[in-house]
Nanobody, 122 residues
Framework: QVQLVESGGGLVQAGGSLRLSCVVSGRTFSTYTMGWFRQAPGKEREFVAAIYSTGGRTYADSVAGRFTVSRDNAKNTVYLQMNSLKPDDTAVYYC????????????????WGQGTQVIVSS
């Protein structure tokens, strides 16, 4: 059973930064595509960023240039560095994992964390 545990959320002022972390159990972390998604109140879940087993990355247009996704395979951890935060970034952020598939579609991810709340005040 693969488990994902996010941390690093919190309250920050607009223009500030946060770094989210997601630790994944298991011994095959390096083979996973790791995705970050978010869901704001009253809105559908949306894709934020993904990092593939090759190290390649994809970002949503809304966060490109402000957010950076990275991974440390030795620590089974994926990170989301969020800079220049805006109130529109307020949401619950989820990390997710899927093996051997490069995708940004949430429906294709097999494992999900519990989420961490990010609130950006204006």
């Amino acid at each position: 059973q693969v488990q994902l545990v996010e941390s690093g959320g919190g309250l920050v002022q607009a223009g500030g930064s946060l770094r989210l972390s997601c630790v994944v159990s298991g011994r095959t972390f390096s083979t996973y595509t790791m995705g970050w998604f978010r869901q704001a109140p009253g809105k559908e879940r949306e894709f934020v960023a993904a990092i593939y087993s090759t190290g390649g990355r994809t970002y949503a247009d809304s966060v490109a240039g402000r957010f950076t996704v990275s991974r440390d395979n030795a620590k089974n951890t994926v990170y989301l560095q969020m800079n220049s935060l805006k109130p529109d970034d307020t949401a619950v952020y989820y990390c997710a994992a899927v093996r051997l598939r490069s995708t940004t579609s949430g429906a294709e991810y097999d494992y999900w964390g519990q989420g961490t709340q990010v609130i950006v005040s204006s």
